[in-house]
């Protein structure tokens, strides 16, 4: 089984920057499709950005191209999210995940085999 745990969330202001982190234990991540989703308060839990098993290819969402970047390091099995140029709709729960599969653009929250519990992110003045 899969365990996931996040790490690095906070209050920042807006134009800011954090880095999240997502430790794995009881398997390796390498095997696994890897992303970042978020929530909002009264919104859908969408996805941010994952990293296919299969070959490393990285999507992302539109609203945060250019300034997020996922990466993965196998030595500490561990997923990072770096978020650069944060700004008040960044604002969300964001939870790391993993898929048993490989995928073709973002997955679907309900695509997910593995959940770490979520860390609260909070963009504001």
């Known amino acids: 089984q899969l365990q996931l745990v996040e790490s690095g969330g906070g209050l920042v202001q807006p134009g800011g920057s954090l880095r999240l982190s997502c430790a794995a234990s009881?398997?390796?991540?390498?095997?696994?499709?890897i992303g970042w989703f978020r929530q909002a308060p009264g919104k859908e839990r969408e996805a941010v950005s994952c990293i296919n098993s299969s070959d490393g290819t990285t999507y992302y969402a539109d609203s945060v191209k250019g300034r997020f970047t996922i990466s993965r390091d196998s030595t500490k099995n561990t997923m990072y999210l770096q978020m650069n140029s944060l700004k008040p709709d960044d604002t969300a729960v964001y939870y790391c995940?993993?898929?048993?599969?490989?995928?073709?653009?973002?997955?679907?929250?309900?695509?997910?085999?593995?959940w770490g519990k979520g860390t609260l992110v909070t963009v504001s003045s």
């Open positions: 995940a993993a898929l048993n599969g490989i995928v073709v653009g973002l997955p679907l929250p309900g695509s997910m085999d593995f």
């Open positions: 009881g398997r390796t991540l390498d095997y696994y499709t």
